[in-house]
């Protein structure tokens, strides 16, 4: 948009104050012609000749390119930051390191939010059924948080004369029950207080989300232009809090784990079976994940390539989510790319970059429905439910036989890693489409600054929030 001012027409000046309504024309280009878009005035003051200005002077009802920018940097950057829960590091790891590990998942959590998600719900699935693998066995006291902190490398076995590595939920859990070691003498509080969330840092994001989403309602609201930038911000910022949600039970930036002595030695442990990461693979990989399965897969070096691992990988997709886990995913990867094509009708700079943007977001939204919808089929076979949905259709007296041996199944059956993956027809599968998805992505990231250059003139009017109280 340009601004072409028109010089007004009567100016009425005041000894102590003058006051001018300037008045600034918005001219942009429709689908078929050039069209006059809104008209708005600004008061501009003048002071008097002794430089005082008398009476109240309100603000401006207009904001700049600069507020638009900060406001929507600001708020991913802060929820990105304060969000992230990432597992406990190697020891020995320095300072740099650390920040530059934290700085890469940021980078995730922006250009692939929905990734961190499944990771996380993933995680949860984990903890949950960590907490009633503990209890069928007695252990009443294993908690949420404390399976959390298991599976982030919390708790680390020393082997008698060996080095030691860090131990997941699982892999605890058959060391207690096989006499190895002796159950942790850890409450919830001790957890916690190695936990560095900041309540501070927290109440200020929880105020800059709520604000870029009241903001961008009131826009919609008042029939105001939301920018492609400050779409984006929104679905990383939905696709965040639901990551938080997840991780609810998770501590944070946790940086010395609780080391676990045992006399037994590594091939006592293993039972002098072959491993890859720790002794205990044989229980339960730390896996599969991009650094331990996809990396040597694709023939590229492993890092870090010291044996035993010292450190659970942040890229570990533990097991599938299931239950409720699913389901959180499943609605917030679907509003999280939906939220894109809630800009079909944005006026962008041009044409092109109008068809690109419903193009990109289309492809998000079908490749994450897609993926769903084949999610839910074999999910639905595992369960036997088009079994059931054929036997209540054409044979009912069967239908209670088949879900009594069903439930008595799923009773025994007990939710595994997926270590095998990736599959070599699996892997050249997915690429392709996620390259697809990948660069759509990429291209919403970077048309969001670029119609930056040309915005809508409604795009720099503040909402005027009055409209929203009762009034007669």
Not at 244 to 254: R, Y
Not at 346 to 369: D, K, N
Request: aromatic share 12%.
């Amino acid at each position: 948009m340009r601004l072409q001012p028109i010089t007004p027409a009567d100016i009425n000046q005041q000894h102590n104050k003058a006051r001018m309504s300037c008045w600034f024309r918005f001219s942009g280009a429709d689908n078929n012609a050039t069209r006059n878009a809104t008209i708005i005035s600004m008061d501009v003051l003048i002071t008097s000749p002794n430089g005082r200005i008398t009476g109240w002077v309100s603000q401006p009802s207009y904001r700049g390119s600069y507020d638009i920018l900060w406001t929507c940097l600001v708020t991913i950057f802060i929820c990105t930051y304060s969000l992230l829960c990432l597992n406990v590091p190697p020891p020995g790891d320095s300072f740099y390191r650390i920040v530059r590990r934290r700085i890469k998942w940021m980078m995730i959590a922006i250009l692939a939010p929905e990734i961190v998600l499944t990771f996380a719900a993933g995680q949860w699935s984990r903890a949950r059924h960590s907490v009633e693998a503990f209890r069928k066995v007695g252990f009443k006291e294993w908690t949420m948080r404390m399976a959390f902190f298991a599976d982030m490398g919390g708790f680390v076995l020393k082997p008698k004369e060996s080095e030691s590595f860090p131990l997941n939920a699982k892999q605890l859990h058959w060391l207690i029950i096989h006499k190895h070691v002796e159950m942790p003498n850890i409450r919830n509080e001790e957890i916690w207080d190695k936990s560095k969330q900041d309540r501070l840092a927290r109440a200020i994001t929880s105020f800059q989300v709520g604000y870029l989403i009241i903001q961008c309602i009131g826009r919609a609201v008042t029939h105001l232009t939301i920018t492609a930038l400050e779409l984006n911000a929104l679905a990383i910022v939905v696709c965040s809090l639901m990551t938080s949600f997840a991780w609810l039970h998770k501590p944070s930036d946790v940086r010395t784990p609780i080391i676990l002595q045992t006399d037994a030695n590594l091939s006592e442990l293993s039972g002098h079976r072959e491993w890859r990461l720790t002794p205990l693979d044989f229980v339960d990989e730390n896996g599969p994940g991009w650094s331990v399965n996809v990396q040597p897969f694709m023939r590229m070096p492993v890092i870090p390539p010291e044996r035993p691992i010292q450190a659970i990988p942040n890229d570990r997709f533990p097991m599938n989510p299931y239950g409720i886990q699913e389901y959180c995913v499943c609605f917030a990867t679907l509003v999280f790319t939906g939220i894109h094509v809630a800009g079909w009708n944005f006026t962008f700079p041009s044409r092109i970059e109008s068809i690109l943007w419903r193009i990109s977001s289309l492809i998000l939204l079908s490749v994450t429905a897609a993926f769903w919808i084949l999610e839910t089929m074999a999910s639905w076979k595992r369960l036997g439910r088009w079994t059931w949905i054929y036997l209540r259709l054409t044979d009912r007296r069967r239908l209670v036989d088949f879900e009594k041996a069903k439930a008595d199944e799923l009773s025994r059956e007990e939710p595994r890693p997926l270590t095998s993956l990736p599959l070599p027809w699996e892997f050249w599968t997915i690429a392709p489409v996620a390259l697809l998805y990948g660069v759509s992505r990429l291209y919403l990231l970077v048309e969001a600054f670029l119609e930056l250059r040309n915005l809508n003139g409604t795009a720099f009017l503040n909402v005027d929030w009055t409209y929203f109280l009762p009034h007669i």
